[in-house]
């Protein structure tokens, strides 16, 4: 079966026109959530309203699904599509990943879950756009407000000893490095403390774990990107 994940946005046509070129089986919108605190809440509202209008218009072709994310949490974009394709790979379904609109934190955390998955991404170019943007003075937004980091993910594999590690660090939060020596001894036939003092340098240099000396003591703690990681690998 062929599997669309499309980050929604105000480009009906560019949402659906991969899934008409490719084939589609089943289509996942990635749609913002509601949310109290939203300032500009007509914006992910008028995100909504295209959604529902594309989910009805092409129900009859393919099953739609709406996956609800907050569309500014890099991580929250990250798990929740990373949790759909690895529920349709378990199934050996193609899944196909659409950045072609919508917020671009959720475009960046659904390229990177494509490709620890190894999906197949792509992107529509229009045949035109609106012509009101012609307009020098005319703008799709205005300013700014807070910047978003972008977390940068190894994409290459990691060992089983990496990933266990970094899901026991993961576990307990914020933990000493003796902590973690004690606590992950079935992790080595011959445990020292110099294997994981290796593997949690390792995985700082990965951009995985944040070390700190508190107290005279080394403590690591997992950064965004390594909690996106963990939630590849769960």
Not at 143 to 165: A, F, R
Not at 174 to 202: C, D, H, V, W
Not at 217 to 225: E, F, G, P, S
Request: some cysteine; charged content about 30%; aromatic content about 12%.
């Amino acid at each position: 079966m062929k599997i669309h994940i499309i980050i929604a946005g105000w480009d009906k046509e560019r949402a659906v026109w991969g899934c008409t070129r490719i084939g589609a089986d089943r289509v996942y919108l990635v749609v913002p959530e509601y949310l109290k605190h939203d300032i500009d809440g007509w914006v992910n509202e008028k995100t909504r309203k295209a959604s529902r209008e594309l989910k009805k218009k092409f129900s009859r072709y393919f099953p739609v699904k709406f996956v609800p994310v907050i569309y500014d949490d890099y991580v929250d974009c990250f798990k929740n599509i990373i949790k759909v394709i690895w529920k349709e790979k378990e199934k050996n379904n193609e899944v196909y990943v659409n950045i072609s609109s919508g917020s671009h934190v959720a475009a960046s955390a659904a390229i990177f879950a494509a490709s620890l998955t190894r999906c197949k991404a792509y992107y529509v170019i229009p045949e035109r756009y609106d012509e009101v943007f012609k307009d020098e003075s005319r703008f799709v937004s205005y300013g700014g407000k807070t910047i978003v980091p972008v977390p940068l993910l190894p994409i290459s594999g990691m060992s089983e000893t990496e990933i266990e590690m970094l899901k026991l660090i993961g576990k307990h939060g914020r933990i000493s490095a003796g902590e973690l020596a004690e606590k992950g001894k079935q992790l080595f036939s011959m445990p020292t403390r110099s294997k994981f003092n290796y593997y949690i340098n390792k995985l700082e240099g990965l951009g995985l774990v944040e070390n700190r000396i508190a107290s005279g003591k080394l403590h690591t703690r997992v950064t965004d990107a390594g909690k996106m990681m963990i939630e590849a690998f769960n």
